[in-house]
């Protein structure tokens, strides 16, 4: 089972370098004392470092909604809750080919079924 993702959460667009660093809207559910993400927290952040420049291509520079990646389950104030592994693209040209991921959760105690 994946873990769930927290505010310390490694988060890099497709090109690695590239990395986000969104805020959690839920500071009440907190795992070993980091807020841990929902799926509405994930869209319109900040992409800063990507390498991804040239002329017919963009740097990623923003999230968009998750495309995988939450739990069925497991829910926070009826939003449902970000688990390690989860994806969704960028705001980066060419469209559709860019993404974003969560590639460390921010903590290694707490598990969700997906």
């Known amino acids: 089972m994946p873990l769930l993702a927290v505010e310390g959460a490694k988060i890099r667009c497709s090109h690695s370098l590239g990395y986000a660093k969104p805020r959690s809207s839920r500071g009440f559910l907190r795992i070993a004392g980091q807020p841990v993400f929902v799926a509405g927290d994930m869209p319109a952040n900040f992409i800063t470092l990507c390498p991804n420049y040239g002329?017919?291509?963009k740097p990623c520079?923003?999230?968009l909604p998750l495309a995988n990646g939450i739990s069925r389950f497991v829910f926070a104030n009826d939003a449902p809750v970000v688990l390690e592994g989860a994806t969704g693209p960028t705001d980066g040209i060419?469209?559709?080919l860019t993404t974003y991921s969560i590639r460390a959760a921010g903590q290694s105690f707490v598990q969700a079924a997906g």
Do not use: W
């Open 61 to 63: 520079t923003g999230t």
């Open 94 to 96: 060419p469209p559709g």
């Open 55 to 57: 002329p017919t291509t």
